[in-house]
């Protein structure tokens, strides 16, 4: 079983920088890629940004030039730094990771860490 831990959530003030961690742990295949998602309240779940184990990078267009993304595949981990954050970053990060299957593909999700941006 693959269990994905977030942690680095929490308060910070329009134009802060917070910086989201994410391991993986348990029974953990070679994922083809690791990323966030955000939900905020009343709001569809949004991807935020991807890594692939080729260190290919994809952003929203929200986020671009704000938010970077990294990995280290060795310790099956993904970071995202966000900075010149705003108050529409606000929401609940889900860290996700997925391998390719037959036919689709096998997502693992977080429970996800609350960032709030509010001054």
């Known amino acids: 079983q693959v269990q994905l831990v977030e942690s680095g959530g929490g308060l910070v003030q329009p134009g802060g ?38 260190n290919s990078t994809n952003y929203a267009d929200s986020v671009k030039g704000r938010f970077t993304i990294s990995g280290d595949n060795a310790k099956n981990t993904v970071y995202l730094q966000m900075n010149s954050l705003k108050a529409e970053d606000t929401a609940v990060y889900h860290c996700n990771a997925y391998r390719l299957a037959l036919g689709g593909r096998n997502d693992y999700w977080g429970p996800g860490t609350q960032v709030t941006v509010s001054s």
């Open 17 to 54: 920088s917070l910086r989201l961690s994410c391991a993986a742990s348990g029974s953990i295949p070679r994922f083809n890629a690791m990323g966030w998602y955000r939900q905020a309240r009343g709001k569809q779940r949004e991807l935020v940004a991807v890594i692939s184990s080729r």
